[in-house]
């Protein structure tokens, strides 16, 4: 018969061959080059541009009908993206929970991509999809320590779901929630159903309310000042809520606020819900990783009485972008949310489509387990172990400097913290926090733009537990590997000197 | 001062170093060789083995304490994980959603990993924010042909929404909902709120109603023997439901139903919708790349009118797993989802957490707009145009042989039939038809295992347009551009082979 087409013969083909051609080949050694040109630079941001400079370059809308070069992609990848991302694999940015990779990470998303493989059912991921479940099982063994019966039970075990793997903290936190409120008959949903958690909880909170249709926005339980829920005031708000007729969805602990890093008593909260008949679920998107070392996972001391724990991969586990889990300590919890279909998902199978909010997404869990095999258990221990003492060293940095306050006790690996000099220490005057609050904002985004060192900023409420009313914060998440105390030095010379030139 | 940590001396850190070490670059070439290799075969499924017998190979769940080598692992990559995938760029598979990718994506994926930046906010993603903006600006533009004031207004605009990318088309769908439940005032939330959409609508909306919290499962219309909505049923159904004081979320149309690729008449359904005053989604994950043919987009008229549209970028556009767009055509929809926080997601930044029901998330576009460049529309034309030709001549195939039944006429590129020998022809005695369904069922169970070839298989139900009751269907997706006429041929030879060994 004929062949009316051919993989062969048309402009696009040659790009799905299964050897790479020379032009892919070229492609490829061009990318290398730019990421290690990238990755030796200790700029932030490479090239000072506002973003408004940058619209220019990218305002276009229409699509152009001509193929190009993949030479001629390099090219733009070279001269109008690379030099204007933010270098988050610098020493020097130490602003945001996004920092350097292990390289081999990048090899692994290579073969993740090419792999193609879809994990939302087992026909197109097979052993991807064992990868995940065993993945999940050795963070749910960390995390609930059950006995080798109940892993042999369970791991394979198509209706029981011992977590799930999200493409972000936000998506495991409104799974748990979505979970939760599957735990309440039917009866029981008229969107009056409230989410209870501390002031500093993730405004990810906000969103599953909103999604799920609730009426309230989470109820804010003050914090002391450490950062942990006040138990007294979260005990007062469950019985305010239960008299006045309410139901509690949830109560959320948090194993490493946003702003500070702080952890909740997550073994007396897990005492509270179960006096309160409530669903538990902890955040542990970032602090979640302490279990990992044997020096500081007592501070998560009571997470093994949660009901559901999100923990981030692409967070203080290393990996890259888009992988979060959630855990379920009972594995019979997923069935709520169960959703079946005749071409997938089907009952009896492994379709892991079948107990998600998402359909078809990538084997992020082979990054898990590559890293599960490359760094093991002490490789990620150091890791923390030493993130947490840079924090403490940064912390004695601020303290010991006249031009610096420290906001909080680091009780993990964030600091937040405001430039103070001695002339603004003496009792504030009327308009003077306002200036305080101003020089701190402009330092901030000025240093940002400087390019040298890259730090966050937040703004303490005054309904916080820091005392101080309202403040505008300087935040460093002491999480990158490349940074040194020597790096952490230079970051606050640099704001020193810049604060002198605050308008 | 002291430098109690350094990146030079530790355990781990090596492998964050900006260089590659020389034990990164035997990975690296490890990794491209097994990807070159396992490219190059055709079979399927490499090694016939079934999942019971690979559950003994991941079933530890006690993380080792130990590092081990990228030696080491790459083997396991060899060994134990690489036979065992889907070999979904083989030109035999062609049974999903999910095949070949061009080859330049894979350096693509590389460099959004080792990047790492996050798309939540500006900080940790700056061009990668405005280049998501603009791809999302070029689908907007494809399928709302807006003017080029209007661009230039709300491309960058923080508070206009053009769209949302997501994970997957899952959460657009959920997002969609999201965004159209929130146009309902707070007093109409008490989850009696219904969606309405054809019986052939993806299970997506199944979960997009229980995460809002919906009472009901979304309201199935019956479809023609096309596959498209019934308009006249449709119509009733909405009439029915204001009748009974039933509030309507939003009707749902279909560009490219998951089971045949059918796709419902849009624009009758959007002047349906716009009669009932409600929100109008369409669900393009499949065939919204349609547009991109000047060939075949008159199929999707009337998607201009849609309020919210659906297409997944590792569908039909050929990206890796992990993108999908949600498109809204009026850029103040988004504004009813905005959450917002102090530490990021600041109003008037272009912090992309603030409309998404995700927050940290990769920089897929990117994967988007280095398709545009390279590919280019015609290159997009080029490969769905050759899509809906295969799936002609696979119809033929299939209709011109004694032993198969073809179920459903192709309008874009799905096929479904079955394994009916001549003998099965004649008037059905009874327990015939359970006979054929066993036959088909145990057919492309017995085919995936072998590894030459992939088709997948779904029911079609009574209440389905084909007029034969439940009937068990094997279903091809022709998608994949390695495929040529001569691999249709030796698939249904083997489902010839296959279909008289069947017990």
């Not at 179960?274 to 009571?302: E, I, M, P, Q």
Request: glycine share 6%.
């Amino acid at each position: 018969m004929d062949h009316p087409f051919s993989t062969d013969t048309s402009l696009t083909s040659e790009h799905f061959r299964a050897q790479m051609s020379d032009e892919d080949k070229s492609f490829a050694d061009e990318i290398e080059q730019l990421l290690s040109d990238h990755r030796s630079q200790s700029k932030t941001v490479l090239k000072e541009a506002h973003l408004s400079e940058l619209y220019d370059r990218f305002n276009t809308t229409e699509m152009s009908d001509e193929s190009g070069t993949l030479s001629n992609y390099a090219s733009i990848l070279k001269h109008d993206i690379l030099p204007h991302v933010v270098n988050v694999g610098s020493e020097y940015c130490v602003g945001h929970m996004t920092s350097a990779l292990p390289r081999f990470q990048a090899e692994i998303s290579r073969l993740v991509s090419l792999l193609n493989q879809n994990v939302v059912k087992i026909e197109t991921s097979r052993v991807l999809t064992l990868i995940e479940r065993q993945s999940i099982g050795m963070l749910h063994r960390l995390a609930f320590s059950q006995s080798d019966d109940f892993y042999a039970q369970h791991l394979f075990e198509p209706s029981s779901v011992l977590g799930v793997v999200t493409s972000g903290g936000t998506l495991s936190n409104i799974t748990a929630l979505w979970m939760a409120r599957k735990r309440l008959g039917p009866d029981e949903l008229d969107g009056n159903e409230v989410i209870v958690a501390s002031e500093l909880a993730h405004y990810s909170f906000r969103k599953a309310a909103s999604l799920l249709g609730l009426k309230r926005d989470p109820i804010k339980v003050p914090a002391h000042s450490n950062g942990a829920i006040n138990l007294v005031a979260l005990e007062e708000t469950l019985t305010e809520l239960r008299e006045a007729g309410d139901r509690v969805l949830a109560v959320v602990g948090i194993a490493g606020t946003t702003e500070t890093g702080a952890v909740d008593d997550l073994k007396a909260m897990a005492a509270i819900a179960k006096r309160h008949n409530t669903h538990f679920h902890v955040d542990g998107a970032w602090g979640g990783a302490l279990l990992l070392s044997n020096t500081h996972r007592n501070l998560l001391d009571g997470l093994e009485l949660a009901d559901t724990f999100s923990i981030c991969g692409h967070k203080q586990l290393y990996l890259p972008q888009g992988i979060s889990i959630l855990l379920c300590r009972d594995p019979s919890l997923g069935a709520g949310i169960r959703t079946q279909a005749k071409y997938q998902a089907r009952p009896k199978s492994l379709d892991l489509g079948m107990h998600s909010a998402e359909g078809s997404r990538p084997a992020m869990s082979l990054h898990l387990h590559a890293a599960f095999h490359v760094l093991g258990r002490r490789g990620y221990e150091e890791l923390i172990d030493t993130s947490i003492e840079k924090a403490r060293i940064f912390a004695e940095l601020i303290n010991a400097h006249p031009a610096f306050e420290l906001l909080a006790k680091p009780k993990t690996n964030l600091i937040v913290y405001r430039y103070l000099p001695e002339q603004y220490r003496t009792n504030t005057p009327a308009g003077l926090s306002e200036h305080i609050d101003r020089v701190n904002t402009w330092l901030q985004e000025r240093q940002f733009l400087e390019g040298n060192s890259l730090i966050s900023r937040t703004t303490l409420s005054s309904s916080e537990p820091y005392g101080r009313g309202s403040v505008v914060a300087l935040r460093a998440v002491l999480a990158n590997p490349r940074t040194t105390a020597k790096t952490l030095q230079s970051v606050l010379e640099e704001q020193v000197m810049l604060g002198d030139m605050a308008p």
